[in-house]
């Protein structure tokens, strides 16, 4: 239960994403249902619309660095819908604790600093790990004779091949961590809830859906003749 003054933070990444209010809506919606109840106050709101690239992320963050003054001068907690819409970026967080604002990810209410730095290095060491693969596929794929950037059939079955690798190999890392919710006797579900919960990323970032906890299930199904 939320008690004491909250300074809400919104951030989307593009000015695409700014204008047509994707994304904002449902973080608000997130922190509403994190303030639900209790004794609290939100003190104020401020909204960004910018890119987390670069060493020096809070530069270009104006409405962040604004929030946090607000913080220290109100005595307030910044209160965010998730770790990512703060930074992929390990020191970035470290700056940002080391701020001494109090701040709460509503995706994890429950973790302290250690937790929020561990899980931020995850997400950026992720991010790193996405882009070096998507680097990789387009370098198998060019060494088949694709023609990168041209649409065709020639062109597709390598593409969706390197696509399949990549889902493959992410299921594979994940393998015990499903052969042990299984053996809890885990419904599906109760994976996903349990998948979101220690705050795995999904394949694609963000949460664990139904329908990605099945997908990667039926990866890891033995292949039979």
Known sequence: MANGKFIAYFRVSTQKQGASGLGLDAQKEAV??????GEWELVAEFQEVETGKGSDALAKRPQLKSALAACRKKGATLIIAKLDRLARNVHFVSGLMESKVKFVACDMPEAN??????????AEHEAKRISQRTKDAL???????????????????PNVEARQKVADDYAEKLRSLFDGMKARGLSQRGMMAEL?????PAPKGGSWLLAQVQRVIKRLEPVTA
């Open 196 to 200: 979101n919960r220690i705050g795995v």
């Open 139 to 157: 370098a198998v794929a060019k060494s088949r004779g694709v023609v990168l950037g041209r649409a065709g059939a020639d062109n597709l079955r």
């Open 113 to 122: 600093e250690l937790t929020i730095h561990i899980m931020a290095a995850f």
């Open 32 to 37: 509403s249902r994190f303030l639900n109840g």
